[in-house]
C-alpha cells in the first residue's frame, strides 16, 4: 500500500523559504511513469495543484507560482522536496502531496497533508 | 490555460435526492476529467477518473458523464456520508486545475 507522508516547519516567516519534504513508502519514486505533485489548499478555499516532479526528474510548475518554485527528488531516501521562496500570508496553506501514475492520470494516492501558515 | 469552473458552488440536498453536479472546461479536454470528494476535515480522494470511470471502492451511487467541454457528477440516491466538497480536475495537459468546489450538504 502506497503511503505518502508530509513534513517541514508549520511555520514560516514572511519573506523567507518554505521547504517541505514528502516520504513515499511502498512504492519508489524512480518507478516509470509515475509523477509525484505539490497541491495546496488555503484555509476555507479551494485546491491549487504547486507542481511536479516525475521519476526521470522532469519538473513543470503552476505558472502562477513558478518563479517561486522548486521541486526536487531524493532518490536515496525515496523522498521529493518543496521549496517556495520569498512567501507572503497568501501562500498560508495546506500542502498535500500526491502522486499520479502517468502523465495524463489523476492524484490516486495523498499525504494526509500539513498546514503551514506564515507569520511573523 | 484552461479554466475550469463547476456550478453550483452549494447545494442542499434530502437523504435519498439524485444530485448533479456540473464542470466547463473553457477548452475541450476530451474525456481528462477526474472527480475528487473531500469531507470536512479529510484528504480528497478520487472519486472518478477519465471522466466516466469508477475508482476502485467508490459506491456505485456515484457515475461521471460528459467529454469535450462540459461534465457531470451524479449521486443517484445522497446518504448522509456524501457530505462533503467535491472538486473537478482537469489532468490533459499542465497546469493540471481544478474547478473551485461544490459544497454538499443534507437538507
Known amino acids: 500500500q502506497v503511503q505518502l507522508q508530509e513534513s517541514g516547519p508549520g511555520l514560516v516567516k514572511p519573506s523567507e523559504t518554505l521547504s517541505l519534504t514528502c516520504t513515499v513508502s511502498?512504492?519508489?519514486?524512480?518507478?516509470?511513469?509515475?509523477?509525484w505533485t505539490w497541491i495546496r489548499q488555503p484555509p476555507g478555499k479551494g485546491l491549487e495543484w504547486i507542481g511536479y516532479?516525475?521519476?526521470?526528474?522532469?519538473?513543470n510548475y503552476n505558472p502562477s507560482l513558478k518563479s517561486r518554485v522548486t521541486i526536487s527528488l531524493d532518490t536515496s531516501k525515496n523522498q521529493f522536496s518543496l521549496m517556495l521562496s520569498s512567501v507572503t500570508a497568501a501562500d498560508t496553506a495546506v500542502y498535500y502531496c500526491?502522486?499520479?501514475?502517468?502523465?495524463?492520470?489523476?492524484?490516486?494516492?495523498w499525504g494526509q497533508g500539513t498546514l503551514v501558515t506564515v507569520s511573523s | 490555460d484552461i479554466q475550469m469552473t463547476q456550478s453550483p458552488s452549494s447545494l442542499s440536498a434530502s437523504v435519498g435526492d439524485r444530485v448533479t453536479i456540473t464542470c466547463r472546461a473553457s477548452q475541450g479536454i476530451s474525456n481528462y476529467l477526474a472527480w475528487y470528494q473531500q469531507k470536512p476535515g479529510k484528504v480528497p480522494k478520487l472519486l472518478i477518473y477519465?471522466?466516466?470511470t469508477l475508482q476502485s471502492g467508490v459506491p456505485s451511487r456515484f457515475s461521471g458523464s460528459g467529454s469535450g467541454t462540459d461534465f457531470t457528477l451524479t449521486i443517484s440516491s445522497l446518504q448522509p456520508e456524501d457530505v462533503a466538497t467535491y472538486y473537478c480536475q482537469k489532468y490533459n495537459s499542465v497546469p493540471w486545475t481544478f474547478g473551485q468546489g461544490t459544497k454538499v450538504a443534507i437538507k
Open positions: 516532479i516525475s521519476y526521470s526528474g522532469r519538473t
Open positions: 511502498g512504492d519508489s519514486v524512480t518507478i516509470s511513469d509515475y509523477y
Open positions: 477519465a471522466a466516466s
Open positions: 500526491a502522486r499520479s501514475s502517468g502523465y495524463i492520470f489523476p492524484f490516486d494516492y
